[in-house]
């Protein structure tokens, strides 16, 4: 029998429905159609969200090992940060207190040499906040003007600073305002000390115009200075406080052709665009307002001495009764002396 003869078919015992490529026609028809439906008029939304409900639990119980261990983890990474934070801080709370007790003993010891040295105390400065209006309309020099003045108890010679410095002296006083000239004009002059070495000098507003500089003149090139020392006021002009700080050294030049050093500094106040100023009531007035209080101790305090000095006398005139008959009487000059009071 030849093989094309042979019937491909398969036998009738093993027919049992459609073919497949009918059956793979059909369900491909009837994706489309729940495809098309779903699309259209959301047939099969209900079965999906059956689904989803009967799901739910067994998602829930597979995503609780990922939670706890993200949780695990968050915590202990919480844990860590507060450790370090807390240990961070009590360090810091023990410096603090280390500093302030080392600043309470140099209270205590500052206030003891003081008593052992006889020291008299710094005045205290009085000191009045007030706002800059505007610059000087003088294209020539460093002034601006404030919105204090005669009213005000602003008085001729006063200096004024910033939070950072010593701004400049109050030159000119009217009854609302006030002109107050900078330490950088070319006519200012402030005497200072050198916070590292000691030594006194005077710093002069810069000559060049708007220049923000000011400098040491006349010092020798032999004297210890170096940029960066901090300048003070050394109050020796009965004007400026001391120890308040002025500017520091920006550059020193040393020249073998001159015998003085040409030394600029950086003022550390504000001078350009400064809005609140302290004005400070000058030194000399200070002392002006503490000498009218010196009367009344000055006379408690020599009242012992008087008391002393006329005791001796008695005693004297005790052991010698013939040489104090012979004395003549003391003028009322020499009387005054003695009791302690100015003649």
Avoid at 257 to 280: D, E, H, T
């Amino acid at each position: 029998m030849p093989l094309e003869t042979l019937d491909r078919s398969p036998p009738p015992l093993f027919n049992q429905g459609p073919s497949a490529f009918t059956r793979l026609v059909f369900f491909g028809t009837l994706a489309l159609l729940l495809m098309t439906a779903d699309a259209r008029w959301r047939v099969v939304q209900p079965l999906r969200a059956a689904v989803a409900a009967v799901l739910y639990p067994v998602q829930w119980l597979a995503l609780q090992p990922v939670q706890a261990m993200q949780e695990g983890m968050g915590y202990l990474t919480d844990l860590k940060t507060a450790r370090k934070t807390e240990e961070a801080t009590r360090r810091e709370l023990a410096a603090q207190s280390q500093r302030a007790g080392q600043g309470d003993l140099l209270l205590l010891e500052n206030e003891r040499l003081r008593r052992l040295l006889d020291l008299r105390q710094r005045l205290p400065v009085e000191a009045a906040a007030a706002q800059v209006l505007y610059d000087a309309t003088d294209p020539f020099s460093r002034r601006v003007v404030i919105d204090k003045g005669q009213i005000h108890g602003i008085e001729p010679a006063s200096p004024v600073m910033d939070e950072a410095g010593v701004l400049g002296q109050v030159t000119r006083v009217y009854p609302f305002v006030s002109e107050i000239t900078l330490l950088v004009d070319r006519d200012q002059v402030i005497p200072v000390i050198n916070a590292r070495t000691g030594q006194r000098s005077v710093a002069y507003g810069a000559a060049a115009l708007r220049a923000n500089l000011l400098e040491l003149r006349y010092l020798p090139v032999t004297e210890d200075v170096r940029a960066g020392d901090e300048l003070l006021t050394s109050g020796i002009d009965g004007v400026y406080p001391p120890g308040l700080p002025v500017a520091t050294v920006a550059s020193v030049q040393k020249s073998g052709n001159s015998g003085f050093a040409r030394v600029q500094c950086a003022p550390l106040a504000q001078m350009q665009g400064v809005i609140y100023v302290m004005v400070l009531q000058p030194v000399t007035g200070q002392r002006r307002l503490a000498g009218m209080q010196a009367p009344a101790s000055d006379a408690a305090a020599l009242a012992p001495a008087a008391a002393a000095a006329q005791a001796v006398e008695a005693a004297q005139a005790a052991s010698h009764p013939a040489q104090t008959a012979s004395r003549p009487a003391p003028r009322p000059a020499r009387a005054r002396r003695a009791a302690g009071a100015r003649p």
